[in-house]
């Protein structure tokens, strides 16, 4: 079934294996995926592409400076005629929402994503909805650089289990894509997964074994970035202002499991976890000023701490 997903992603979208199998980790952890990358690199086309292929409900916000928590969670309308309120549920009821560029909205907006992204429920008034199963935010970032962005707040980056960031496609790759656009054109995305479908393969990364010595070798990684001079890594502990959160550790156990599925085992091995860990927890490590003044990014903190760390 995860080949037939590939095959009918890669019907439009040329490259970006890291970002398919990103989604797919996603997914079938129930977790959220926030993607950084410059406009026009296909991040909404494939969030789109997935909601086709799985025959999943899909709605997207353009998130803007002017937006409104309203606009994305639903509000109470007052019907005239018969001179009480109704609920007018907003995009954020849906399986899969694209929030678009949404570090280009401010901080209350961001916060309305917060109660559906950890509790899969929106209050709209005194009254609370829960949201269907499976429900997934895919974010896309642009770089914080650009103009009209704002920092994400470290609540919200917490919430997303892996941020990925898309570069631009090869030489070879942006060849195939302009030859498809101006000649062949793309081809039509087919459904080849059902919800049931859907859920045996939840179930069966849920199986996966995960041994108690690569679960300590994960928890001795998220505890490096709190307190990494009792890991003999002394010369890092004066970048990091706070380390990766407990739903840090949570969402690594489960990314590991869904990676190793991927690669068509039904066991973790430390290779599965360096594969992820970037994803994981490069967002939820918080560096200080020393940091940024000598150009070390969490990238590098990370690097040096698996270096350090033994594996099993």
Do not use: W
């Amino acid at each position: 079934m995860i080949d037939d997903i590939k095959k009918e992603i890669k019907k439009v979208i040329v490259g970006h294996d890291n970002l398919i199998d990103s989604i797919l980790i996603a997914l079938l952890s129930n977790g959220h995926i926030l993607l950084e990358g410059v406009p026009g690199v296909a991040k909404t086309t494939a969030v789109k592409s997935f909601a086709q292929t799985m025959g999943l409900n899909f709605k997207r916000v353009q998130f803007t400076p002017d937006l409104l928590p309203s606009d994305i969670t639903g509000n109470e309308i007052l019907d005239l005629k018969k001179n009480e309120f109704s609920i007018k549920h907003g995009p954020i009821f849906t399986n899969l929402l694209l929030a678009d560029e949404i570090n280009r909205a401010g901080a209350k907006v961001q916060s309305a994503l917060l109660e559906a992204m950890a509790e899969k429920q929106v209050t709209i008034g005194e009254t609370t909805f829960k949201l269907d199963s499976p429900f997934m935010v895919l974010a896309t970032s642009n770089p914080i650089d650009q103009d009209g962005t704002y920092d994400l707040p470290e609540a919200s980056l917490d919430r997303f289990m892996l941020k990925v960031k898309v570069d631009y496609n090869s030489f070879d790759e942006e060849f195939e894509i302009a030859k498809r656009a101006t000649s062949k054109g793309f081809e039509v995305i087919n459904q080849v997964l059902s919800f049931k479908n859907l859920e045996t393969l939840k179930q069966k990364v849920k199986e996966v074994h995960l041994d108690d010595e690569i679960s300590k070798y994960i928890l001795k990684i998220i505890f490096a970035t709190r307190e990494p001079s009792k890991y003999n890594i002394e010369d890092i502990s004066k970048y990091i202002l706070f380390g990766a959160s407990p739903r840090g550790t949570i969402d690594l156990h489960n990314a590991c499991k869904v990676r190793a599925f991927l690669n068509g085992k039904d066991f973790v091995t430390p290779y599965d976890v360096i594969q992820v860990v970037h994803q994981v927890l490069e967002h939820r490590i918080i560096l200080n000023y020393n940091a940024n003044t000598n150009n070390i990014t969490a990238n590098d903190i990370l690097n040096k701490i698996i270096e350090v760390i033994p594996s099993p």
